[in-house]
């Protein structure tokens, strides 16, 4: 098994290597058609956030819908990531268990917009007393998205890794370092078998 995997690497590096360094024609696959750009920004909470709609259903399982915060652009590398960061979640809190959450990220700017594909997010009640007792988790806690653009930013695509206290600090800090892309993500694999 662990040889299979050590090709399966290799096959993955020697195709990411092939990958052309210069615009190229759209491929019929739905593949990138041109470089990727790499970019990095950085976005900074000031303490705005709206905490939704709460509701509390049999045995103690709590419901909040569009819990939200707003994040300050702070830098980027890339003005199309230099907008502000919103984040808007469902969560469902389990007393004594956690929660999971459901929602995204969206930046705007005056030419365009970033989408967060949505995703969903589990944490444990260990987790969260870190939160409420005043401490956060680790520094470089890294989680990853994939963003679609809109309007001026149409026919792009962001695959992005968030880090949130990047280097660690008091701020409520993330960071996003990633690939903008020309064109879609291709269609996922259809599942390995090893039979």
């Given at each position: 098994?662990r040889?299979?995997?050590q090709?399966l ?12 360094t ?18 990095s920004?950085?976005?900074?909470w ?7 709609t ?80 005043g ?14 653009g ?40 259809e ?5």
């Amino acid at each position: 098994m662990r040889d299979i995997k050590q090709r399966l690497v290799s096959i993955i590096a020697v195709g990411l290597l092939a990958v052309p360094t210069a615009g190229v024609a759209a491929q019929d696959d739905g593949m990138a058609s041109a470089s990727p750009v790499r970019f990095s920004s950085t976005y900074d909470w000031p303490g705005g956030s709206t905490p939704g709609t709460s509701e509390t259903l049999d045995g103690g399982i709590r419901v909040v819908t569009g819990e939200g915060w707003l994040f300050d652009s702070r830098d980027a590398t890339d003005a199309r990531f230099a907008g502000p960061l919103v984040m808007t979640w469902n969560v469902i809190h389990h007393r004594g268990k956690g929660n999971v959450a459901f929602g995204g990220s969206r930046i705007e700017t005056a030419d365009g917009a970033w989408q967060q594909i949505p995703a969903a997010m589990l944490r444990f009640e260990e987790d969260l007393s870190d939160w409420s007792g005043g401490r956060k988790p680790p520094a470089d806690n890294i989680q990853f998205r994939t963003f679609i653009g809109e309007r001026d930013y149409a026919g792009f695509t962001a695959v992005v890794q968030e880090t949130w206290w990047p280097g660690g600090g008091d701020a409520e800090t993330v960071r996003f370092d990633g690939w903008i892309i020309e064109g879609e993500l291709p269609p996922a694999p259809e599942p390995w078998s090893a039979e």
